[in-house]
């Protein structure tokens, strides 16, 4: 098996995409190999494959190229060593070869000021990540998702599926878990109305597959009247089928006013409780803030890559509606299982499945991006599923 060679997307250069061959790397009684089911495109992949060697949110994560990427990995124990059966699993017993597990995206060294006193964050001051910054020129080479298999890394923290769950709803664990740990810093305090509490008014900002999860995460705790705002009509139907959302089309909306105004409307002329950014552009964020009501919170979560200015008021906007704003740049890791068993619970109720819109072998990793930036497409995969 040692001398099998593993096919990889390998991005070389922005928008340029190779399907290259790697040995099968040697396992460590720390470290562990798993078969590919399938890893998510995500909205920052999109942002790497068109700009190439580009300076992500947290700390060191600088791109380098060429780069195998994908950070929503889902995966089977094809091998792992002693110490990393028992050292990687979140929750049970020692992880055995033939398991089903979803990898936490973000490796935390746990020594640094962050990991000893920032309990759950994935704010390591010394971090790494699955898919982004270590470059596939660096032995043992598959350190992303777009691949057949997958190198696990010491100190990984991987999460059992449980065994009903389709292959299909647990690839959807990274942005679940993101929208999960966002949620959870947004909620304080029920009596005194700051925060998030159930039966409160959501607007998501862009409700491509990162917003929609989001979406579900508010119904499922709790929400009142979800309220998704998108230029593709397919994302909006999407948004009103799978969570009763209202909705509020660019197209039919497409002056800034216009929109803050429809969410006056909806949520009886005092603004929404909770607004959460899910485009990845920067430019939404004034009109995220006009939308929010006075004590509100602002949840930023898409807009990670750095790109171009954005202008606000911090008087108007933040100061006079003393607004609590969020940067979401990760989550606890307690949420990855947290997620996979309210998705178990849900599927019955939730169709979680159909945001997964299209799926594509590794070789076809160029075209699976592309599609995966179109507004008619939900959550785009490589891998079988299978």
Same mark, same amino acid.
């Given at each position: ?22 040995? &099968? ?27 190439? /060697? ?18 929503? +990995? ?7 060593? !002693?110490?990393? $059966? ?17 990898? $936490? %995206? ?60 389709? +292959? /299909? ?7 679940? %878990? ?37 979406? #579900? ?10 309220? $998704? ?21 660019? +197209? ?6 216009? @929109?803050?105004? @429809?969410? +006056? &409307? ?22 995220? #803030? ?20 954005? @202008? ?6 933040? #100061? $006079? ?62 891998? !079988?599923?299978?």
């Amino acid at each position: 098996m040692k001398h099998e060679q593993v096919k990889a997307a390998v991005l070389v250069a922005p928008k340029k995409m190779e399907t290259r061959t790697f040995p &099968t790397p040697e396992i460590t009684k720390d470290s562990g190999l798993v078969r590919m089911l399938g890893s998510g495109i995500c909205g920052t992949d999109k942002h790497v494959y068109t700009q190439g /060697e580009i300076r992500l949110g947290l700390p060191g994560d600088v791109v380098r190229l060429p780069i195998i990427m994908g950070h929503e +990995n889902l995966g089977v124990i094809e091998e792992i060593g !002693s110490e990393a $059966a028992k050292a990687m699993v979140m929750e049970g017993p020692p992880l055995e070869v033939g398991e089903r597990v979803y990898i $936490a %995206a973000d490796i935390k060294c746990g020594h640094c000021y962050n990991c000893r006193n920032i309990y759950g964050f994935p704010w390591c001051l010394n971090h790494t990540s699955y898919g982004d910054v270590i470059s596939c020129d660096t032995p043992p080479h598959l350190f992303g998702g777009y691949s057949e298999k997958m190198y696990l890394l010491p100190k990984s923290d991987l999460f059992r599926v449980p065994k009903s769950l389709p +292959n /299909e709803i647990a690839l959807l664990s990274e942005q679940m %878990a993101v929208a999960y740990g966002a949620f959870g810093r947004a909620y304080q305090s029920p009596i005194t109305k700051e925060g998030l509490s159930p039966g409160d008014s959501v607007v998501i900002q862009g409700v491509g597959p990162l917003g929609l999860c989001n979406a #579900l995460m508010a119904r499922m705790l709790g929400a009142g009247k979800i309220i $998704a705002v998108d230029k593709s009509e397919y994302r909006l139907r999407l948004a009103r089928e799978l969570c009763s959302a209202e909705v509020i089309s660019l +197209n039919e909306h497409p002056k800034y006013s216009d @929109r803050v105004a @429809r969410v +006056n &409307t909806l949520t009886d002329n005092i603004g929404a409780d909770l607004v959460i950014e899910c485009t990845g552009d920067p430019g939404v964020m004034s009109e995220g #803030l006009d939308m929010l009501r006075i004590g509100g919170t602002y949840l930023v979560e898409g807009a990670y890559v750095e790109d171009a200015d954005t @202008r606000i008021s911090p008087s108007r906007q933040i #100061l $006079a509606k003393n607004a609590r704003i969020i940067g979401v740049s990760g989550m606890p890791h307690q949420a990855y299982g947290r997620v996979l068993k309210m998705m178990d619970a849900y599927r019955a109720i939730i169709h979680f499945e159909r945001m997964i819109t299209h799926q594509f072998d590794v070789e076809e990793a160029t075209r699976a991006i592309e599609i995966s930036m179109s507004p008619d497409s939900g959550k785009v995969a490589l891998g !079988s599923m299978k």
